[in-house]
């Protein structure tokens, strides 16, 4: 349902979580499963709960595992995405109407905010996290200045959005301090007039 002129029009706006999965979600879930899912035809939401779920696993079997740097980094990883789809998902209730529309490959979509882009930077090589990720195949060299970090908001177009989900994951990995190797969160917006409202 869009909005013109005061009215709403049904002209069968989508969803990004129901467009199919990327490539990066698609790689990612093949770190992690070490099967490749691009013949399932997921959906990026689906692909996000089996990130999720693939992460679950991994924390769980670490757990029972004597390295305590492996237990760690799989429970904060696990954790931080847990926190950027909470942080998400409270910013879509408090933002429910659309601003405007865009025209995307897969169809019109309602967005709810000024657009924009948040990522979290890759750890500094040589730091703790960077070797973990590197060790266990979670870091993304298509990317390589990026965190290979996948919650379910990260295809939508809202910056703001992004920018919550990717603070809220960054809190949790700040657990660790020194071993996260200085990463922090980069957001680029075209909106100059953008004022991010801190939580209260």
Request: proline share 4%.
């Amino acid at each position: 349902m869009g909005r013109y002129g005061g009215k709403y029009w049904s002209v069968g706006f989508g969803d990004f979580s129901r467009f199919g999965a990327t490539d990066a979600q698609y790689r990612y879930l093949k770190s992690l499963f070490k099967k490749d899912f691009r013949g399932e035809g997921l959906t990026q939401a689906e692909a996000s709960d089996k990130i999720e779920e693939g992460l679950e696993l991994r924390a769980k079997e670490r757990s029972e595992l004597p390295d305590i740097a492996d237990q760690m980094f799989s429970l904060f990883m696990k954790r931080a995405i847990e926190a950027a789809n909470t942080a998400g998902d409270k910013w879509l209730a408090e933002h429910p109407e659309p601003e405007f529309v865009v025209s995307t490959p897969d169809g019109l979509v309602e967005v709810h905010g000024p657009i924009g882009k948040a990522t979290i930077t890759a750890p500094k090589k040589g730091s703790a996290l960077a070797k973990w990720m590197s060790e266990h195949g979670l870091n993304d060299r298509r990317d390589p200045k990026t965190l290979a970090f996948h919650y379910k908001h990260q295809e939508r177009l809202e910056g703001e959005l992004q920018l919550v989900c990717c603070i809220a994951a960054l809190e949790v990995l700040m657990e660790a301090r020194t071993e996260i190797g200085d990463i922090r969160v980069v957001y680029r917006c075209d909106d100059e007039d953008f004022r991010f409202k801190a939580a209260a």
